[in-house]
């Protein structure tokens, strides 16, 4: 390829000095070229085209030997398979540069698209997850934006090879390989992490369908419930979410019924305070770049919450409410291979529309949040056993409060750990710190991990406690949403 073509350039005397980053060595002026100008062959089908922008820059006005040349074109080539394109090659056709000129021929790689391992067929799911260039060339980078879409389907245990095309000589072709065409996975749990509000004994199930309609989506459903045997004080919760991706998009939707009871003392007994509220969550996510090291994601979706409220056995008409929302949201994941860390900013605000419900008829202003959050990962051994520590920080920001029933519909609930997927705060003004440090396979598919969390709102909250303190030994499988 490069190191064979290379040496049948034929170098011309000229008396100048090399003064590139190449080489530190000085080089004779009878044993080198100088070279005002490169001439590459399909330039305009490189993807990135700055790199032989960059290319030229370097080593134009400079002295070069031959082996110098070799290194720079070597580079150039190892940079465009570093884009993404690493079927590429970039080969030097024989010349004499005693003109000043280097040419190079670029010889683009193509894919023919991606199959079935097994079977050798193109499935339609397939074309679906894995976006592919216009000009039909490979770039593995795509490719790694399907296989995050499949990595998100554990079950499946999918994985990709580049291999040459035998029905198209000179092309490529990538295999996917899956164990399973549909995964089904559950869980079962029993715990005493509930509050005196929500029942402290509580179990919970989770069912997760992997690709069931055979588009790589995924079905989510989990329940939870208290234990208590008079439920005077407890939660039932229903959840479901749908996820489907499309190639750099992805669509979720998602939706919930949580009902609570609580018991508040009377003259002679108790009263029953029902709150019963439902959720609908529709989003939709753009994947703006994926690297080896860096991943941004772009999000916007809508969002509405419904709550009702029984006072003994009759329901209250003030505190009815629909809440409806937009958001949007920019998430950025740089992968170094100390850490991870994860930063992403949202921002929500109410609507009056969708049938929304206000607190009363006069015009309200908007609800808005802003919120920011950190995660940090950092793998390390202790004793040659395998750990690891996270650390997610979270601050948010409400405005031009309405009433409690905006804040519970942008933050979620009040605890930080103990309601499944969500970890707010229901105040004005929230910063949030959870930790863990886990101890992986400590059995055979178990970890144990100790967790450390703390709350502080900046004003009165919704009820509940400021700060929770919860650890507890979970199942690596069920996995927190």
């Not at 067929?121 to 060339?137: A, H």
């Not at 989510?220 to 229903?238: E, N, P, W």
């Not at 710190?433 to 598919?445: A, F, H, T, Y």
């Not at 970890?447 to 030994?473: Q, T």
Request: charged share 20%; with cysteine; proline share 5%.
């Amino acid at each position: 390829m490069i190191k064979k073509t290379i040496a049948a350039v034929a170098m011309a005397a000229c008396g100048c000095a090399w003064g590139s980053t190449y080489t530190s060595s000085p080089v004779s002026p009878a044993s080198c070229a100088i070279l005002s100008k490169v001439v590459i062959e399909q330039r305009e089908l490189i993807g990135s085209s700055y790199l032989a922008d960059q290319f030229e820059k370097n080593i134009t006005g400079h002295c070069l030997t031959s082996e110098q040349m070799a290194e720079a074109v070597i580079a150039l080539e190892s940079a465009v398979h570093e884009a993404g394109f690493i079927t590429a090659q970039i080969s030097v056709p024989p010349q004499n540069v005693s003109d000043g000129t280097l040419t190079l021929r670029y010889q683009p790689g193509y894919l023919s698209g991606y199959r079935d391992k097994e079977s050798g067929d193109t499935r339609f799911g397939l074309n679906l997850i894995f976006p592919q260039r216009s000009d039909g060339q490979l770039d593995i980078r795509q490719t790694e934006l399907g296989m995050i879409h499949l990595n998100q389907l554990p079950g499946l245990g999918a994985q990709a090879a580049v291999e040459p095309d035998p029905l198209n000589p000179g092309n490529s072709v990538i295999t996917i390989t899956q164990q399973k065409k549909r995964s089904i996975s559950g869980s079962l749990e029993v715990n005493n992490h509930g509050s005196r509000s929500t029942g402290n004994r509580q179990i919970s199930n989770r069912l997760s369908i992997e690709n069931p309609l055979q588009l790589y989506d995924r079905l989510f459903i989990y329940t939870q419930r208290d234990m208590d045997r008079d439920h005077s004080a407890g939660v039932k919760l229903i959840y479901g979410q749908y996820r489907i991706p499309f190639r750099h998009w992805e669509f979720t939707a998602g939706g919930s019924y949580i009902e609570q009871k609580q018991q508040y003392p009377v003259y002679r007994g108790s009263l029953d305070y029902f709150t019963r509220s439902k959720t609908l969550d529709l989003n939709l996510g753009r994947k703006l770049l994926l690297t080896p090291v860096h991943d941004v994601t772009l999000s916007s979706g809508i969002s509405a919450v419904t709550r009702r409220v029984t006072l003994g056995h009759s329901p209250l008409i003030l505190p009815e409410r629909r809440s409806v929302y937009w958001n949007t949201g920019l998430s950025h994941r740089w992968h170094h291979p100390a850490f991870t860390l994860q930063y992403q900013v949202q921002y929500k605000h109410s609507l009056n529309s969708f049938g929304a419900m206000p607190v009363t008829e006069k015009k309200l202003k908007h609800t808005r949040q802003l919120m920011a959050e950190t995660t940090l990962t950092v793998p390390f051994r202790l004793a040659g056993l395998p750990f690891y520590y996270e650390n997610v920080m979270r601050g948010s920001v409400n405005a031009d409060k309405a009433d409690e029933m905006d804040y519970e519909s942008l933050s979620g609930r009040y605890s930080v750990r103990g309601y499944p997927f969500s970890h707010s705060m229901s105040a004005a003004r929230v910063f949030i710190s959870r930790n863990e440090v886990v101890w992986q396979q400590v059995l055979p598919g178990h970890n144990l991990y100790l967790a450390a969390d703390a709350a502080l709102p900046g004003m009165k909250i919704a009820g509940g406690g400021p700060v929770s303190w919860p650890g507890r030994y979970r199942n690596r499988n069920q996995r927190r949403l």
